[in-house]
């Protein structure tokens, strides 16, 4: 059974720092490149991070980059998002997702959503200012 289940979430003040974890199981996590999405009440669901297979390769949208960062630990099959200075527009329900057998990510303008076949079920930032 493929399964991604994130956890790590919770309430914090804007400046503040939370990580995110997101263990895989039932495909090979290794050989995938993973994502993470967000998506904030009233909006789309985007996704602002993505690490290749190796780890060697990451990707981070523009209102991310430099304070969130990507991790994973492949020994352990799980995937991390460290995420500092966080602010009120950052809140949103956080997932993670695999791009099953694809080893570098592909980016356009972004990630294609529609890469990413698995899906953990979330798990909610709440920034408060």
């Known amino acids: 059974q493929v399964q991604l289940v994130e956890s790590g979430g919770g309430s914090v003040q804007a400046g503040g720092s939370l990580r995110l974890s997101c263990a895989a199981s039932?495909?090979?996590?290794?050989?995938?490149?993973m994502g993470w999405f967000r998506q904030a009440p009233g909006k789309s669901r985007e996704g602002f991070a993505a690490?290749?297979?190796?780890?060697?390769?990451?990707y981070y949208r523009h209102s991310v980059e430099g304070r969130f960062t990507i991790s994973r630990d492949n020994a352990k099959n799980t995937v991390y998002l460290q995420l500092n200075s966080l602010k009120p527009e950052d809140t949103a329900m956080y997932y993670c997702?695999?791009?099953?057998?694809?080893?570098?990510?592909?980016?356009?303008?972004?990630?294609?959503?529609?890469?990413?076949?698995?899906w953990g079920q979330g798990t909610q930032v709440t920034v408060s200012s």
């Open positions: 997702a695999a791009d099953i057998g694809r080893t570098v990510c592909r980016i356009g303008a972004g990630l294609y959503q529609g890469d990413f076949a698995v």
């Open positions: 039932g495909y090979t996590f290794s050989n995938s490149c």
């Open positions: 690490i290749s297979a190796g780890g060697g390769s990451t």
